[in-house]
């Protein structure tokens, strides 16, 4: 894996290039990541490092969480991430990243995030089925269905893993090949071209490719 | 949303007079051929304007040679408009003028607001102390 931050979605707009191209791009606010654990080849078998961002509530905190926020010297946080194989110049524990630190204009990251939950949903919408045949001819009632879901009496059964209707989104979704477009490092944003999962103020990761 | 609000304040420029649906504009557009660059103006009366933020559009028609009508939409921000002139301020009672589309003629006008052309003057004058007050803060930089 490789080096990223921990962000939230805050919506989307639009930027012009220098060639006049207009191009959409997603406000990603990072807030300062600070470093509450290191693990190294030594004591874990592997090295990483996890980040926490984005100030939490002290009475919303379990006593074990405010006690590991401590041992690095910082507020509670709310969203915490190890990061693989990322290790930070000098990183020692309570230290703070920022985008500059990690990103550059340019860059091309992936972003994962937990996508709108869309509740029960049929074939058409979760699984882009056609649906069955035409509005008119004596059709009816099947426009959106999703047709044979198997054979007949030899296999006598439904396979398992066959596409139905059912619970669409909410899911962890990884979007790959974002460019970062600006970064504005006084107010900590940064503006990636395209959409990314989720609705606005989600928690996302950003990692470098 | 104040947050996307920042992040798009440095997208946005608005060195450009306020203007409304209604209002008689000309715009300076970028026109590049080749490595070569000028500038085309479009008069014309602005029919609609749309969108918010960084993400916004205004579209003029003007009656070209011959009585053909020509609507144009530009981007608003878009670093091809160099300049948005305002001429006249028109009094309309809606915010959307297609229906100008259907009429030809003295039925195709809209009434002038400003006669004396006070608020167009001072609208610009502001327009034009910004466009200089942005670009001495560029050749500083």
């Keep these: ?209 | 949303m104040d947050k996307l609000k920042l992040a798009e304040q440095t997208l946005i420029n608005d060195e450009y007079p306020e203007f409304k649906t209604g209002d008689t504009v000309v715009v300076h557009y970028r026109v590049r051929e080749g490595d070569k660059e000028r500038i085309q103006k479009f008069e014309g009366l602005v029919i609609s304007r749309r969108g918010t933020g960084a993400n916004q559009t205004f579209m003029v028609r003007k009656i070209s040679a011959g009585n053909i009508g020509v609507e144009r939409i530009f981007p608003l921000h878009s670093p091809f408009v160099a300049k948005i002139e305002l001429k006249r301020q028109g009094d309309i009672k809606r915010s959307k003028l297609y229906y100008l589309r259907e009429r030809q003629g003295k039925s195709a006008r809209v009434k002038e607001k400003d006669q004396n052309q006070d608020n167009v003057r001072e609208l610009n004058r502001k327009a034009e102390e910004k466009a200089a007050a942005k670009q001495k803060a560029d050749e500083e930089e």
């Design chain 1, 1 to 209: 894996m490789s080096s990223g931050l921990i962000g939230k979605k805050i919506g989307m707009t639009n930027v012009f290039d220098d060639n006049g191209k207009n191009y959409a791009v997603t406000v990603i606010e990072v807030d300062p990541n600070v470093i509450t654990e290191i693990k190294t080849n030594e004591e874990n078998g592997y090295e990483a490092v996890q980040l926490s961002a984005f100030d939490k509530k002290e009475k919303s905190t379990s006593k074990p969480l405010k006690g590991h926020f401590e041992k690095a010297g910082t507020t509670p946080k709310k969203y915490i991430k190890e990061f693989r194989d990322f290790i930070p110049e000098d990183a020692e524990l309570g230290d703070e990243l920022n985008i500059d630190d990690v990103f550059s204009i340019g860059d091309n990251v992936d972003v994962v995030g937990v996508s709108k939950g869309k509740g029960f949903t049929g074939v058409v919408k979760r699984h882009n089925f056609s649906g069955v045949g035409e509005a008119t001819h004596g059709q009816h009632d099947r426009q959106r269905h999703p047709g044979s879901i198997g054979q007949a009496s030899d296999p006598a059964r439904v396979f398992p893993g066959i596409k139905m209707a059912g619970r669409s989104g909410n899911e962890r979704n990884k979007i790959k090949n974002l460019t970062i477009a600006k970064i504005f490092s006084e107010s900590n944003l940064m503006m990636v071209t395209g959409s990314i999962p989720g609705p606005n103020g989600r928690f996302v990761e950003i990692y470098n490719r």
